[in-house]
């Protein structure tokens, strides 16, 4: 059974960084397209970044780049993602997900995982 279970978020203060953890079990992680989404109070979930099956190409949404990296351990089977530069508004609940039957990106995700919470604020 696939699970995802994401790590690393808390409290930081604006221009701070937090790295994100996903650790997915139950697949082969080489197989899949992963991505990291995230979901503010009051707004709709939204994809903030995509990474292939082989780490050859990356997607980010315009609000993360150049402050967000995504990267990837196959061999561990970890996502992860970097937040460098934070804002205030960057504060919600991130989520990995994974896209069983999708190599590259953009990809069709069937799988989250629970979350984690971020919040930016002096």
């Known amino acids: 059974q696939l699970q995802l279970e994401e790590s690393g978020g808390g409290l930081v203060q604006p221009g701070g960084s937090l790295r994100l953890s996903c650790v997915v079990s139950?697949?082969?992680?080489?197989?899949?397209?992963m991505g990291w989404f995230r979901q503010a109070p009051g707004k709709e979930r939204e994809e903030i970044s995509c990474?292939?099956?082989?780490?050859?190409?990356?997607t980010y949404a315009d609000s993360v780049k150049g402050r967000f990296t995504i990267s990837r351990d196959n061999a561990k089977n970890m996502v992860y993602l970097q937040m460098n530069s934070l804002k205030p508004e960057d504060t919600a609940v991130y989520y990995c997900?994974?896209?069983?039957?999708?190599?590259?990106?953009?990809?069709?995700?069937?799988?989250w995982g629970q979350g984690t919470q971020v919040t930016v604020s002096s």
């Open positions: 139950g697949i082969t992680l080489d197989h899949y397209a």
């Open positions: 997900a994974s896209a069983p039957g999708s190599y590259l990106c953009p990809a069709n995700y069937g799988y």
């Open positions: 990474i292939s099956y082989s780490s050859s190409m990356t």
